[in-house]
Nanobody, 116 residues
């Protein structure tokens, strides 16, 4: 079973930065896309950013210009650099790994709280 582990969440003041990490046991050769989702209390889970095996990226409008997604294929890892954080970024952040011929795998999430 594929393991997916997120880390890097925490409490940060508005305007601050955090860097989330996601490490997976999935073979890098089988991964098609790696995605960050988030879910705020009482809201649906939403896609924040994604990156393909070829390095193409996509961002939700709400985070464009503030968040940067990246991946390190040598470490089977993905990152989300979050700058200029806002209170509305407060949520549980989840990593999803999409692979060929398999259902997507999810991590347990890491909590991000933006508050003064």
């Amino acid at each position: 079973q594929v393991q997916v582990v997120e880390s890097g969440g925490g409490l940060v003041q508005p305007g601050g930065s955090l860097r989330l990490s996601c490490v997976t046991s999935a073979s890098i050769f089988s991964i098609t896309t790696m995605d960050w989702y988030r879910q705020a209390p009482g809201k649906q889970r939403e896609l924040v950013a994604s990156i393909t095996s070829g390095g193409s990226t996509n961002y939700a409008d709400s985070v464009k210009g503030r968040f940067t997604i990246g991946r390190d294929n040598t470490k089977n890892a993905m990152y989300l650099q979050m700058n200029s954080l806002k209170p509305e970024d407060t949520a549980d952040y989840y990593c999803q790994i999409a692979q060929r011929n398999a259902f997507p795998s999810w991590g347990q999430g890491t909590q991000v709280t933006v508050s003064s």
